[in-house]
């Protein structure tokens, strides 16, 4: 049996969930928290009674690895099926009374009688269906199967669909999932770009303020009008003996009477009708002490002290000195700005605007160009509705759509869904494919130990069931190198600070596989599950890293190995029977300046050092791509700009001032990440660039107030670009330059002064 991961981390996460719904002052927030404390409530109970076993490709006991499950932050299955649902109306209206223990067993099971089979041939014929899950491609898949004489291939397919049918839905949800045509992809459907914008509201502080605006200093001018009506001679003022003028309560128009009744009814009408906002009932405010004197008085004066007429005279005093008296042309300049205000649409009437206008497009589908539908809508708004747009990746990332790579690697399977499905000569297979496909690329990542590896899409019963069925063609080979070579440009263009996430990783596998190209890629890996232990693939992307990267700046400064020995022998790890590279191992672990030890007793930092070691041996998939992809020519024409790209980023990452220690370390790690990334671009530059970039390097730090904590790394690698090397302690021999690493199991050089987080 392997190991199973600490619960430790999941009981932070539920007290966290727990803390915020409790807390949270939204109740859209609190709700949220509670039901994602549900979900890590259903993973340590999974854990505490042996149902869930978390660390496994197959998490949920007595479930094939094959079944899409409910995955919650860090890769904890919850134990929850995402194919198990109720039925919908519309499949509810399907569901004959017939043999099954559960409505959903009786549906699956009508779909495999000549009606149902009938039924999903005619969704796959007008391709009027929708996989939202993989394993809604299950029984479709046997339809054509058996519709085109594979009919042995069918039932092997549901005798191993047999002990699900009951819980699972196996079948797509009618309706259609309109696809970007060719290289064109889209972050989001119109429907979910309309329900986020449906969705905006106005802030309690906006609400409040729109309504003090267009309710309470209306009423409030027609309050003060009353109260200087019955003053006689020059109305009150301020000045710096105090208040001057008349006295209220000294004359008492004919209407006023009445004029006080009708004011006293709107704003009983107003407070029950507007909420928002409280200024009217500020106990010290000239509204509340005008509005009390006016409800007290009820003929005349006579209700009122002295006192209380003092305070209404005061306030007339206040509200007339500070903003004119009723109908003067400074009030009334003062009421007419606030009215232009308030008359302006606010955020949740210009999303509601927006939305009413994406009406017109099918809810699943995308939006062929911004600019109908943007208008004069504001910039930020536009940038929402742009989530929608097709178009190629280079424009989406030039619009700034996708602001990531780990962004890129959500849309990047629109694309690569298309170049595989087309290895299917069938074209309702090569759709039913496509769609399959963009489902399991949805599924989320499970914590694995012990070097499992991930669900396959081939693993999926009814995608191995085609697998005969599938012929490489050599179009589709073309497209899959060509949009390789592009998404990896445009990744090192478009974000030069970042490694590639592992969504993005696997995403390139598939296209390198489709291509022809394999590749040994390289995942991060996590320092909290980190066992000691390397697979063969990452000490043969060591070996062509060393080779590709041998005498330039990259390989000096990281001081990378000139040759590998061949390794006799790699050794099998336990019953997965995969090959480990013991001496790839060895390596990272004296680069960390430690040895090999039990997984138990090492600490997160100590697994960090020689992970880091190992992405450096690796340049975490950098040389293996730009290698295998001949990419060198194409990259040294922009590699002096993403690389001081690279460093600016370094540079303004550490410099972000930050209160907390673990933010801080975060920010060096990041930094050094990015440092790295910068320093395998300046491989491919000349020394005089190299130099100049170091030069602008200095002057970046100064400027940025880092020369005391920073001037060392640079000093290093200038250094090193002038030929030197550090030594094996990552010094520079008589001076004070140090080789710049992210991770350490001590106090960080690089480490800023911070106060502790408060508890």
């Not at 619009?399 to 959500?410: C, E």
């Amino acid at each position: 049996m392997g190991h199973t991961a600490s619960p430790g981390y999941a009981y932070g996460q539920l007290e966290r969930a727990v803390r915020t719904a409790l807390s949270a002052k939204d109740g859209g927030t609190r709700r949220r928290a509670r039901a994602k404390a549900d979900r890590w409530q259903d993973v340590l109970t999974g854990m505490a009674t042996g149902s869930l076993r978390i660390g496994s490709r197959a998490p949920v006991a007595g479930t094939p690895a094959w079944v899409t499950l409910e995955v919650v932050h860090g890769g904890f299955a919850t134990g929850r099926f995402l194919a198990e649902v109720p039925l919908s109306p519309a499949e509810a209206a399907l569901c004959p009374d017939g043999p099954g223990r559960t409505d959903r067993e009786r549906l699956n099971l009508w779909y495999l009688t000549d009606a149902g089979l009938a039924a999903l041939r005619a969704m796959l014929a007008t391709e009027s269906y929708r996989i939202d899950v993989p394993e809604d491609a299950a029984l479709p898949t046997v339809a054509w199967l058996l519709e085109h004489g594979h009919a042995e291939a069918a039932l092997d397919l549901i005798a191993e669909l047999r002990p699900h049918l009951h819980r699972l839905r196996l079948a797509p949800l009618p309706g259609s999932a309109p696809r970007p045509a060719g290289a064109l992809v889209r972050l989001s459907t119109v429907g979910e770009v309309r329900e986020s914008l449906r969705s905006a509201s106005t802030p309690p502080a906006i609400k409040a303020m729109l309504e003090t605006l267009t309710v309470w200093h209306p009423l409030f001018d027609r309050l003060v009008a009353l109260w200087c009506d019955t003053v006689e001679g020059e109305l009150p003022r301020l000045d710096e003996t105090g208040v001057t003028g008349g006295w209220p309560c000294r004359t008492w128009p004919e209407d006023w009477q009445q004029r006080r009744a009708e004011w006293l009814a709107d704003y009983a009408s107003a407070r029950f009708r507007h909420t928002a906002s409280g200024v009217h009932v500020h106990p010290k405010s000239n509204f509340t002490r005008l509005y009390r004197a006016l409800r007290a008085c009820e003929q005349d004066s006579s209700e009122l002290t002295g006192r209380d007429v003092g305070w209404i005279r005061r306030a007339l005093a206040n509200t007339i000195t500070k903003h004119g008296e009723p109908g003067s042309e400074p009030r009334a300049a003062l009421r007419a700005l606030q009215a232009s205000v308030a008359a302006r649409p606010t955020h949740a009437e210009l999303a509601a605007a927006l939305a009413e206008r994406l009406d017109r497009f099918p809810a699943d589908g995308g939006l062929p160009s911004i600019e109908p539908v943007a208008g004069d809508a504001p910039a930020h708004l536009v940038a929402k509705v742009a989530r929608a747009l097709e178009a190629p990746i280079e424009e989406l990332v030039a619009r700034k759509v996708i602001t990531s790579a780990d962004v890129l690697a959500t849309v990047l399977p629109q694309i690569t869904a298309q170049l595989l499905a087309a290895n299917f000569d069938n074209e309702q297979l090569s759709t039913l494919y496509a769609q399959t496909y963009a489902a399991f690329r949805r599924r989320r990542s499970l914590l694995l130990l012990d070097l499992e590896n991930q669900v396959r899409i081939e693993e999926l019963p009814w995608v191995h069931a085609l697998d005969w069925l599938r012929t490489r063609r050599p179009d589709a080979t073309r497209a899959a190198r060509q949009t390789l070579s592009q998404t990896v440009l445009l990744a090192l263009s478009a974000f030069p600070q970042a490694i590639l996430p592992n969504t993005l990783v696997r995403e390139l596998g598939a296209l390198a596989k489709q291509a022809g190209l394999p590749m040994p890629l390289v995942e991060e890996v996590a320092a909290d599950i980190f066992m000691g232990i390397f697979t063969a693939k990452w000490r043969t992307a060591a070996e062509l890293t060393s080779r590709t990267m041998a005498g330039t700046l990259y390989a000096r400064y990281y001081d990378l190995p000139e040759s590998w020995t061949s390794e006799p022998r790699p050794r099998r790890f336990r019953a997965l029977a995969k090959g480990t590279a013991n001496d790839f191992a060895d390596l990272c672990f004296a680069r960390a300046g430690g040895t090999r030890t039990s997984w138990r007793l090492r600490s997160v930092a100590v697994n960090g050092t020689v992970l880091e070691q190992s992405q450096i041996l690796t340049t975490q998939n950098l040389a293996v791509l730009v290698h295998t992809l001949d990419l060198r020519k194409r990259l040294q024409a922009s590699a002096p700009e993403l690389a001081a790209e690279s460093l600016t980023w370094t540079v303004i990452r550490l410099a972000t001032r930050t209160d907390h220690h673990h933010a801080a370390l975060q920010a060096v790690k990041n930094a050094a990440y990015a440092w790295r990334q910068a320093l395998f671009f300046l491989s491919f530059c000349d020394v005089e660039t190299q130099r100049a970039t170091v030069r602008e390097l200095a002057e970046q730090v100064t400027r940025a107030g880092l020369a005391e904590r920073f001037t060392p790394a640079v000093t290093g690698l200038a250094h090193v670009v002038e030929g030197g090397r550090f030594t094996p302690e990552g010094r520079i021999g008589g001076g004070n330059g140090r080789r710049f690493l992210g991770w350490t199991t001590g106090k960080h050089w690089c480490l800023p002064e911070v106060r502790p987080a408060r508890g």
